[in-house]
């Protein structure tokens, strides 16, 4: 059946007075009036409107939605910084496992050794990752793990007795960056990016100064390009007596090649969901765990795993390390996002020190193969590569001279992809490339779903020489066309009415 | 592929790392395995858990062992749920977009609040959260009054976040397991940003959120409410008690306990707050041919668009977590979601009366309870735990760590997964436990 002639219906719209599907335990003990129990004034009248429907029917109106969604397992999904690497289906076995999935949060230790030893495995193995020592594994994503770097620094120059103002980005960051500065309440100061795609070095020099708490740098960054000045520029950072945060977004590049910590960073947070391979799930969950360098240490977040050695010879034990006077507290609730912990620990074991190394190797071959794919032809003609030089794990793309040549834009393009069976890659950013597409094949693909995908491109640049309104109106096989995202905006319908 | 890029090999490609900053020899960790042997060592650290399959669970604060049905696996194990990333591109995310739609109905339905976003990490991350959004929504207040009661793990996620920007946090009291509404009153005043409580509390007790959050009205600060999501088929929800946000804790609702996340944090809110929000939030819109559709709506609020002058940071989420949490409601369905609070209510009634029937336990507080409650013990609390954990049951979560004041307190959470002769066994262990430690001192 075509989808687009499907009637879409919610949930709600499905419900059917007195349909259910849950069968509850019976209550087994007596059973007074609620009133008895609790003063009529903290009780509920009506119950909340959920449907009412049949499992067959819940299942069925789930498996309709999910056809209507793209996803990694189906196609090729370059969607850059996001690093769209396969997940393997072990993983979920072993997160699955009972002594994993209900395991209470707040068990003893002692009765949670397996458990709290694996996320000290994991804080060893991804301190040896970014070379850094210390690890919290509490961040519950990326951004996260950026209000957790911003407050370490915060604590680190109180510790200090300083109290500095702003935070460095360059102009290329995510902007997760910018507004995690905000929310530890300092001022963002931008740095400029060079004509190789690095921090412009004389705008930086200009912008350090006392002031300065933190510079924060993704390397390789948005562009996909490692930044050569990196040991300059932290230089010039601890010169000043700032902190140098890794937005380790890009993470997935350098795997046992390059470390951040030898680049001189303070502080770095890995986005488990991106390079240790934990499913996205339509917008999480992920975690953001971060490591720090030993004058970071003493601020972490608290719970702290730590493992201690037991003196009689019976092997060491885990536990949860409360006692850190100067850390910066909780981030959240319990220890973590545990379950990603499995799946990212499952996969650093599957794939082992050489595998990670190789993981990355991978990702760069993939992604200058297929910009050099697109940087002949059509694609090279109308849709440049931004900074051509060889690149990291990603590249940028600019759809200025397609715009200006064939009267399509970006999202044009990104859209007719849809009609190919892709995911796009990410579109207008980073901001400083004008009608920017960012992509990132991830070291999982073959190289024939990378020609497929140079094919689309050129295929539909092709069709737009020659009629450029078929990409404006695209796409045109999907669940749905163009959406009304203003309307969406202006008067928000974000809940069905229900009478 | 290296023909085509222009290189020999690799190696080349990395060059524009500078040598000082390649790493000269192999990550110290071990090589990779199979996929058999990965299975097996990780089966090895399982088995070093003691989790509720093989322990009768009576901890709670805050998460619950409740009962996942089935299908919320099938259905968030399907490739096309579990794979994606954020829906940015709707024409091809209408599965999840709709998803977190109806979601958004759903816990709008729980709160009786008309707005709630796609979702936020966990609970007390939330609390933190809709702080940050009340000193927006003040016009620049910064102080804040919270009760006691609020989950621990939310006051100090609260003032961890707190320090970055630059709030003052004022503690309330508990009297007899509830909220000190005279001290509370004399708390709030012009430069309070927002009034945060939980009900129930942490020691389980329902406060009068209406009631109490009169101080916040007269002041003209937030009034903000962390629920427990599985108690609001039988509690008076938060929307009808004056509250301008509730948020809370999603993991009992579909989520497994995994060792602590990952879960989900939902946050519902007024109308007028609907700009200041943080994180996704899907709308419902139509099509160029007029079909029905939804986007994420109000992206203008979000970092990827405002950066620094975003209403939060928040950028992936646990939309896989609420995706499972709308499937588990839509299976209980209207009448199931109150039978199982009702069920909640009656057993946790049962086990508060047979425990407070032992000799050297006691209630902590007489206050109305609905899953949870606190008890005290004639002796002390870490020894009768190991004693019941000999016998197979995690008594409860121990107080005296978070609350000094309730060293002997234990509190006992209730999900329809305990039996009324797991509560009994309890009761008799519990008895056991401090007797034996009577004994010995």
């Known amino acids: 059946m075509n989808q687009q002639d499907e009637q879409v219906l919610t949930i709600f719209e499905r419900s059917k007075p007195g349909r259910r599907a849950a069968v509850l335990p019976d209550a087994e003990v007596p059973e007074p009036p609620l009133e008895q129990l609790i003063p009529a004034k903290l009780l509920r009248e009506e119950p909340p409107r959920l449907p009412e429907v049949a499992e067959p029917e819940i299942v069925r109106h789930y498996n309709r939605l999910s056809r209507r969604n793209f996803d990694l ?31 209470h949060p707040a068990q003893q230790p002692k009765r949670a050794q397996g458990a709290l030893e694996l996320m000290w495995l994991l ?39 300083e109290a500095r103002t702003k935070v460095l980005a360059p102009d290329t960051s995510h902007g ?95 986005n488990l969901h991106k390079s240790f391979s934990q499913p996205h799930g339509g917008g999480g969950p992920g ?6 360098s030993e004058r970071i240490e003493p601020f972490l977040p608290r719970p702290q795993v730590v493992r201690r050695e037991s003196g009689n010879g019976s092997g060491p034990t885990y536990d949860l390390d409360y006692d850190r006077p100067k850390s910066i507290g909780r981030l959240r609730g319990f220890q973590g996002n545990f379950g990603v912990f499995v799946r990212s620990y499952a996969y650093i074991l599957s794939l082992g020190a050489d595998g990670l190394a190789e993981a990355s190797e991978t990702a760069v071959l993939n992604a200058n193969y297929l910009k050099a794919r697109l940087a002949e032809g059509r694609a090279g003609k109308h849709t440049p590569i931004a900074f051509d030089r060889h690149c990291m794990h990603e590249f940028v793309l600019s759809g200025k001279p397609m715009k200006k040549e064939l009267g399509i834009a970006t999202l044009d393009l990104a859209k007719r992809l849809l009609d190919f069976g892709f995911h796009p890659p990410t579109v207008y950013f980073p901001l400083l490339v004008d009608e920017a597409l960012m992509v990132e094949p991830t070291e999982t693909e073959t190289k024939e779903s990378l020609d497929a995908f140079a094919e689309a491109i050129d295929q539909i640049l092709t069709e737009a020489e020659a009629d450029p309104d078929k990409a404006k109106s695209a796409p045109y096989t ?18 069905q009415p229900l009478s | 592929m290296l023909a085509a890029i222009g290189v020999d090999s690799v190696d080349e490609l990395f060059a524009q790392v500078p040598e000082p900053l390649r790493l000269d020899r192999p990550l110290r960790l071990s090589e990779g395995m199979s996929e058999a042997e990965v299975y097996e060592r990780l089966t090895e650290l399982a088995a070093r858990n ?8 009576f901890l709670g604060a805050g998460m619950y062992d409740h009962y996942v049905p089935a299908i919320v696996d099938a259905i968030t194990q399907r490739s096309e749920f579990l794979t994606p990333y954020t829906p940015y591109q709707p024409e091809i995310s209408q599965g999840g977009l709709q998803a977190m739609f109806e979601f958004q109905t759903s816990m709008s339905e729980l709160t009786a609040l008309p707005v709630a976003t796609a979702g936020l990490y966990e609970g007390p991350s939330s609390v933190a959260s809709a702080a940050y959004l009340a000193i927006g929504a003040t016009k620049g207040r910064r102080r804040f009054v919270v009760s006691r009661g609020v989950h621990p793990h939310s006051r100090e996620t609260l003032a961890t976040y707190a320090v970055g920007f630059g709030a003052e946090i004022e503690e309330v009291g508990l009297e007899d397991g509830l909220t000190d509404a005279a001290a509370l009153a004399e708390a709030v005043d012009g430069e309070t940003a927002a009034v945060i409580l939980q009900s129930p509390n942490f020691l389980g007790s329902i406060e009068d959120v209406e009631a109490l959050g009169a101080a916040a009205k007269q002041h003209g600060a937030l009034l903000v409410v962390a629920v427990d999501p599985m108690t609001l088929g039988v509690l008076r929800p938060p929307g009808e008690c004056g509250a301008d946000i509730a948020l809370g804790e999603g993991q009992p609702l579909g989520n497994r306990l995994d060792f602590g996340g990952p879960s989900f944090g939902f946050f519902c809110g007024s109308e007028e ?30 970092q990827h668009i405002r950066r620094e002058k975003a209403t939060h940071n928040i950028c992936t989420a646990q939309a896989l977590n609420a995706l499972a949490a709308t499937i588990h409601l839509a299976w209980l369905g209207r009448e199931g979601y109150r039978e199982l609070g009702e069920l909640l209510v009656r057993r946790t009634a ?14 902590l507080h007489e206050a109305p309870v609905a899953r949870e409650f606190a008890v005290r013990l004639d002796a002390p609390v870490e020894t009768v735990l190991e004693r019941c954990a000999e016998r197979g049951i995690a008594a409860g979560y121990p107080l005296g760590r978070e609350y000094p004041e309730h060293e002997d307190g234990l509190l006992v959470a209730i999900t329809e997964r305990r039996t009324r002769a797991q509560i009994d066994d309890l009761a008799e262990a519990l008895g056991a436990a401090v007797a034996a430690e009577a004994v010995a001192v």
Not at chain 1, 73 to 93: A, I, Q, V, W
Not at chain 2, 284 to 297: H, K, P, Q, S, Y
């Open chain 1, 73 to 103: 397992d189906t196609g090729f999904y370059p969607l850059g910084s996001c690093t769209m690497k396969h997940n393997p289906r072990l993983n979920e076995r072993v997160a699955a496992l009972p002594g994993h999935a209900r395991l």
């Open chain 1, 123 to 161: 804080q060893e193995s991804l301190a040896e990752i970014c070379g850094l020592p210390h690890v919290s594994l509490q961040p519950s994503a990326g951004s996260h793990g950026e209000l957790a770097g911003l407050l370490l620094t915060r604590a680190f120059h109180a510790d200090r007795g």
């Open chain 1, 176 to 270: 997760t960056n910018p507004a995690s500065v905000t929310m530890a309440g300092y001022e963002i100061v931008k740095v400029a990016t060079d004509e190789r795609g690095g921090v412009e070095m004389d705008d930086l020099r200009a912008k350090v100064d006392d002031e300065v708490a933190c510079l924060m740098l993704t390397n390789p960054n948005t562009l996909g390009l490692f930044d050569e000045n990196i040991a300059e520029i932290a230089g010039l950072i601890h010169e000043a007596g700032g902190t140098l945060y890794y937005d380790g977004a890009n993470l997935n590049a350098v795997m046992g090649h390059s470390r951040p910590g030898d680049m001189g960073f303070d502080i770095v947070h890995v």
């Open chain 1, 287 to 292: 975690a953001g765990p971060i490591a720090v």
């Open chain 1, 478 to 495: 999907t669940p749905v066309r163009r959406l009304d995202e203003v309307k969406a905006t202006r008067k928000p319908v974000v809940r």
């Open chain 2, 50 to 57: 003691a989790d509720c399959e093989e322990q009768v669970c």
């Open chain 2, 273 to 302: 707050l609907i700009r200041k929000m943080p994180g996704r939030i899907a709308g419902e819109t139509d099509d160029v041919d007029g079909r029905r559709g939804f986007v994420l709506a109000l992206q203008t609020r979000e």
């Open chain 2, 350 to 363: 049962y086990a508060r009366e047979r425990l407070s029937a032992v000799p050297g336990v006691e209630l």
